[in-house]
């Protein structure tokens, strides 16, 4: 059973950053393609930003391309999502989601298997 638990939200004012860490348990993290999400209030829960088991495949929604970056340390077993210059509209709960099967990329929810508790994130305007 993998367990994902991340960290690292919080209150920044806007054009400020953040760096969200997802420490996973488990022998075989290095294998899995690793996602982020983020889910406002009222909204659905959508796709931010996912890496392959390597580290080598990364892929991020328009809203985010360029601001953030996403990685990992499979020595550590931990995900990594880098955000610059925020926004009041990034402004949801964060969540780390992992893939077993390890495609490249994995851009759906239904298709992550487990799944972090989230952390929140506030851009203040």
């Known amino acids: 059973q993998v367990q994902l638990v991340e960290s690292g939200g919080g209150l920044v004012q806007a054009g400020g950053s953040l760096r969200l860490s997802c420490a996973a348990s488990?022998?075989?993290?290095?294998?899995?393609?690793m996602g982020w999400f983020r889910q406002a209030p009222g909204k659905e829960r959508e796709f931010v930003a996912s890496?392959?088991?390597?580290?080598?495949?990364?892929y991020y929604a328009d809203s985010v391309k360029g601001r953030f970056t996403i990685s990992r340390d499979n020595a550590k077993n931990t995900v990594y999502l880098r955000m610059n210059s925020l926004k009041p509209e990034d402004t949801a709960v964060y969540y780390c989601?992992?893939?077993?099967?390890?495609?490249?990329?994995?851009?759906?929810?239904?298709?992550?298997?487990?799944w972090g508790r989230g952390t929140q994130v506030t851009v203040s305007s």
């Open positions: 989601a992992a893939d077993p099967l390890g495609r490249a990329v994995v851009m759906l929810a239904a298709d992550y298997e487990h």
């Open positions: 488990g022998r075989t993290f290095r294998s899995y393609t």
């Open positions: 890496i392959g088991w390597e580290g080598g495949v990364t």
